[in-house]
C-alpha cells in the first residue's frame, strides 16, 4: 500500500513540475523546494519497493506480536541522515545546472563569492552532510557485525560500506570533473543502490523476531 500511495505521489509531483514550469533553466524560487520534496518522496518510493521485494522473497514472516524493535531511534536518525544527504545532493545538481562552471578554479571560485546565488554557495553542505552520514551508516555496519553472526547480514554489511566508498568516489570525481552527465547519472545510480540496501540492513537489524533478541 506504501509503494502504490508513494507512486500516486511521485505521478502528482512529477505533473505539477511540468504544469509549474520548474524544468529546464528555470530559476524559481519554489524550484528547490520543490526538488526537495520530489527527492524525498522518491527516496520513500524506493524504500518501499525495496522492502515489500524484501519481505515478500522471505521464507519465514512473523507475527506482529512476534516481533520487538532493537534501537529504533538510531536506525530512523540513520535513514533520515541519509535521506538528507539525498536532497542536499539534488540541490548541489540543481546549482550545477543552472550555473555550470566551466573550470576546477572558477567552480571553486563560485562557491565562496557573495555574488553567487544560494544554491551555488550552499553545495558545500553536501559532502559535509555526506560525511556526517557517513558516522551514522558506519555505526549501524559496526552494529550489524557486532549483533549479527547470520551470514546474509553479513554480507549486506559489506556490500553497503562497498556501496559508500562508490557513491563517495563518484562524488569526488564529480566535483572534479564538474559534474557531466554520465558521472550525475552513475552518482545517483550508486547513492540509490546505497538507499536500498541500507533500508534493508537497517529493517533486518531493527526488526528482529523475540526469541533472537
Ligand atoms: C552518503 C553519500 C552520498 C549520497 C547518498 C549522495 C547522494 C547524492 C544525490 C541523491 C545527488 C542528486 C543527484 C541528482 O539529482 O542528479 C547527489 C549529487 C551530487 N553529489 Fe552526492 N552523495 C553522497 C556523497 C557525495 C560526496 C562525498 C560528494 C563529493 C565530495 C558528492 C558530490 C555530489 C555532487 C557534486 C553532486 C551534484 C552533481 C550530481 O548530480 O552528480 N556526493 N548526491
Redesign the pocket.
Known sequence: MASVAFTLIEAILGAFLVKLGLTAQSQSPLRPAY?ALH?TNTLLLLAALTLTAHLLGRSKGYLRSAIRLVAPFGAVATVVV?MI??????L?????TLFPATSLGSALAQDFSATSGWLVRW?WT??TV??C??IF?IWLLVRAAQRSSAWDNRRLSALVLLL?AT??T???L??LLL?PLW???A??L???T??AALVVLTARLTVQPVEMV
Open positions: 526538488l527527492l541519509v544527504v539525498g536532497v542536499t545532493g539534488s548541489a545538481a540543481l546549482g550545477d553545495r553536501h559532502p555526506a560525511f552520514a557517513s551508516l559508500l557513491v563517495y563518484l562524488g569526488i564529480d566535483v559534474a558521472l550525475q547519472v552518482h545517483l550508486a547513492a540509490d546505497l538507499w
